[in-house]
């Protein structure tokens, strides 16, 4: 299994909106809408922001929001705030009782 | 409050095996499944495997198939991570995670991985 395809890092100025993208196969995220993104700030443990591709979990700021165009899902992040500074790690089911996790994407807030 | 507690950090040698735990407290450790997930210095997550904690049901990632052995102690609400033939490779965060996920295997429906594990850290050394 191939992890997902995700830029190495992306960066913005508050107020901006920026999107990051995660490119899998027919296989993975162009199968199935079971794409999850997680925050990830230094030394903590990730944070689920996004389920089932669009899906925000109680607790979420409406600024983050998920889509899908074929093989390609994307996470927008709106209204950059400084505290959005973080990795983020896209995952999707890829069929057969398994998973695969892109190689994640540094954002920085300018 | 809902949580997963984790096993301190481990130093091992090259070749020896580490077993990890992960303690669930707040809910019902056998409504949820169990992934494992491992992050090398600077690198991405990576997915390591699944186990179903209701039955003892293990799917592991081709990657570390042979190597690595999930189980669970239902009477203490915790799972357990054991990988062996550690190599210098295997240095690394390890992370269990919960995630509801109701089974049609062909077409899941997958909620996230919504409580993580606080991490351990592996050093594999000689």
């Known amino acids: 299994q191939s992890a997902l395809t995700q830029p190495a890092s992306v960066s913005g100025s508050p107020g901006q909106s920026i999107t990051i993208s995660c490119t899998g196969t027919?296989?993975?995220?162009?199968?199935?809408?079971?794409v999850s993104w997680y925050q990830q700030h230094p030394d903590k443990a990730p944070k689920l922001m996004i389920y089932?591709?669009?899906k925000r979990p109680s607790g979420v700021s409406n600024r983050f929001s998920g889509s899908k165009s074929g093989n390609t899902a994307s996470l927008t992040i709106s209204g950059l705030q400084a505290e959005d500074e973080a990795d983020y790690h896209c995952r999707s089911y890829a069929g057969g009782i398994s998973w695969v996790f892109g190689g994640g994407t540094k954002l920085t807030v300018l | 409050q809902v949580q997963l507690v984790q096993s301190g950090a481990e130093v091992k040698q090259p070749g020896a095996s580490v077993k990890v735990s992960c303690k669930a407290s707040?809910?019902?450790?056998?409504?949820?499944?169990m992934h494992w997930v491992r992050q090398a210095p600077g690198q991405g997550l990576e997915w390591m495997g699944i186990?179903?904690?209701?039955?003892?049901?293990?799917r592991y990632a081709q990657k570390f198939q042979g190597r690595v052995t999930m189980t669970r102690d239902t009477s203490t609400s915790t799972v357990y991570m054991e990988v062996s033939g550690l190599r210098s490779e295997d240095t690394a965060v390890f992370y269990c995670a919960r995630e509801r996920i109701v089974n049609d295997w062909n077409y899941p429906l997958c909620y996230g991985m919504d409580v993580w594990g606080q991490g351990t850290t592996v050093t594999v050394s000689s």
């Open positions: 027919s296989s993975d995220v162009g199968n199935y809408n079971l």
């Open positions: 186990i179903n904690p209701s039955g003892g049901s293990t």
């Open positions: 089932e591709g669009s």
């Open positions: 707040g809910y019902t450790l056998t409504s949820y499944y």
